[in-house]
């Protein structure tokens, strides 16, 4: 058997690469000649990045996200905020401390962590959550016809939570095991509630807590069951986004998505 034979083809095949014009999405694939030589192509930047962050674990490399789970679940994040101002107009009560409503009980939170870990554009992890939270905020208006309750004193501060937690997400970019994805959705849901509920005292103007160490501490006591509720949350939406009902396996895998381009 001629042994020059295997190199000889690697070297066809490095010409076709370098004349061809064609350009790899996911940074996964390598030809030939990168392998034997160790270097790891990158994708033309000239090209529109993909909606998902391919994951850097090879072991993930075969799944992909339902664009329609995640839909669904931000349309109910929406839903969920608007249901107590539906169930006002029928007597009950928007005070959290005299209702059984599960106030922050939603995947809202668990979705910007999951965007953090895996949209690939940085800034449509912050722009989708972002536009969920104003979507909710204008219907909490439209309900109740109070505009100071969809543009609130604090409402900077709470952008800036939902920021936060999308943030954390990006620490998941580097592997997305169970213990990571559970230490991310506990060090968020706190995140959330300290920094939420700091707004909520400082630009309360004094009116609900007093502005001192006793008021702020009054601030975050009665905030514990919202705390509760955002950590059932986390424990019940982030199992499920990063599980087969969300991530879904390709047709084939993996795929690696070739688009041509000039260049």
């Not at 990571?180 to 630009?203: C, E, H, K, Q």
């Amino acid at each position: 058997m001629d042994t020059d034979a295997p190199q000889a083809c690697v070297n066809v095949l490095d010409r076709i690469a370098g004349s061809a014009s064609f350009t790899v999405h996911i940074g996964a694939w390598r030809s030939p000649v990168a392998r034997l030589n160790g270097v790891q192509e990158v994708a033309s930047s000239n090209l529109a990045a993909p909606i998902f962050l391919p994951p850097t674990n090879t072991k993930e490399c075969d799944v992909k996200p339902r664009l329609s789970v995640i839909f669904a679940l931000l349309a109910v994040s929406v839903a969920v905020r608007l249901v107590p101002y539906v169930l006002a107009q029928f007597g009950m009560t928007l005070e959290p401390g005299n209702t059984v409503y599960p106030w922050n009980f939603s995947p809202f939170l668990p979705i910007c962590l999951f965007g953090g870990a895996m949209f690939a554009r940085a800034r449509m992890a912050y722009l989708v959550p972002f536009a969920a939270w104003l979507l909710g905020d204008l219907g909490v208006w439209a309900l109740t016809g109070r505009a100071d309750w969809a543009f609130y004193a604090h409402q900077p501060v709470i952008f800036l939570s939902v920021a936060l937690v999308a943030f954390i997400g990006f620490s998941l970019r580097r592997g997305r095991s169970w213990k990571r994805v559970a230490g991310a959705g506990l060090g968020s849901a706190l995140a959330f509630f300290v920094l939420s509920n700091f707004g909520v005292w400082a630009f309360g103007g004094g009116a609900i807590y007093p502005l001192n160490f006793a008021g702020l501490v009054e601030c975050y006591v009665m905030a514990i069951p919202y705390l509760r509720n955002t950590l059932v949350s986390m424990a019940i939406f982030l199992p499920l986004l990063f599980s087969r009902v969300t991530l879904t396996r390709p047709m084939s895998a993996p795929q690696y998505g070739l688009a041509a381009s000039r260049t």
